[in-house]
């Protein structure tokens, strides 16, 4: 069973362009991830690379809510699984949107610290989903 990452930090906004998301949002996204729970236990690798593991960042949208997974830098890589990445979203998700001033925040994790999850809200003229170009779960450049 994963632990949580210590490692939250809540977005404030002074420091922020996020907008204030719903927390009930950001659960729908997060169920979005992990669809099925056997394969989601799979150690994967995370890249900005075509030819290493999956490619992020990987967005998961729901209303104006989004779940972002990247690596740090261009040539990084780091492995972890889809759902131990679902275990630390689900905390930032409680943690950072639940209560004010629900803008969500971000981890890093992965074996060698070099993943970002974040959760955070954009602006509701934005559009949704994929009418933005984010599909659930895909790659985007």
């Known amino acids: 069973m994963p632990t949580v990452s210590a490692d939250v930090h809540c977005f404030l906004p002074s420091e922020t362009t996020s907008h204030p998301t719903a927390f009930n949002k950001c659960n729908i996204a997060l169920n979005r991830m992990v669809p099925n729970m056997r394969t989601g236990r ?11 593991g999956l490619k992020v960042p990987m967005r998961w949208p729901s209303g104006n809510c989004v779940i972002q997974i990247d690596v740090l830098e261009d040539g990084d890589t780091d492995v972890s699984t889809l759902y131990h990445l679902a275990v630390q979203a689900s905390y930032l998700n409680t943690r950072c949107v639940m209560g004010p001033p ?5 981890i890093v994790l992965g074996m060698e610290r070099k993943l970002n999850l974040t959760v955070f ?3 509701p003229r934005m559009g949704r989903g ?6 659930y779960g895909v790659s985007v450049s």
């Open 121 to 123: 809200g954009t602006s």
């Open 130 to 135: 994929s009418e933005r170009g984010w599909d």
């Open 102 to 106: 629900h803008l969500g925040g971000e």
């Open 42 to 52: 799979k150690p994967i690798a995370f890249s900005r690379s075509d030819t290493q």
